[in-house]
């Protein structure tokens, strides 16, 4: 049974980082691809980045990382902007990319970008 726990979420001012932490269990890196996703209020669940690729409006700002020893991903996120608060989630599936729906979601976490 693949489980993402993510955490690190919170809130900050426009400007700061936040690093968000997926912990993997029941599989490895190698298994699958991860990735990074979220959902801002009203607006639908979009791609933000995975281990090769970069949504346009996170590209430069945010970086994927990882731990197999620990088996955790990381999403360090900097600059962040008002628009970049929702609810973050971690994936995992054969493929992680736009379009692609992941086959294991994280329960998520949220992080506010105050103006």
């Known amino acids: 049974q693949v489980q993402l726990v993510e955490s690190g979420g919170g809130l900050v001012q426009a400007g700061g980082s936040l690093r968000l932490s997926c912990a993997a269990s029941?599989?490895?890196?190698?298994?699958?691809?991860m990735g990074w996703f979220r959902q801002a209020p009203g607006k639908e669940r979009e791609f933000v980045a995975s281990?090769?690729r970069y949504a346009e409006s996170v590209r430069g700002r945010f970086s994927v990382s990882g731990d197999n020893a620990k088996n955790t991903m990381y999403l360090q996120m900097n600059s962040l902007k008002p628009e970049d608060t929702g609810v973050y989630y971690c994936?995992?599936?054969?493929?992680?990319?736009?379009?692609?729906?992941?086959?294991?979601w994280g329960q998520g976490t949220q992080v506010t970008v105050s103006s």
């Open positions: 994936a995992a599936g054969v493929v992680i990319a736009p379009g692609y729906a992941p086959d294991y």
């Open positions: 029941g599989h490895t890196f190698s298994s699958y691809a």
């Open positions: 281990f090769s």
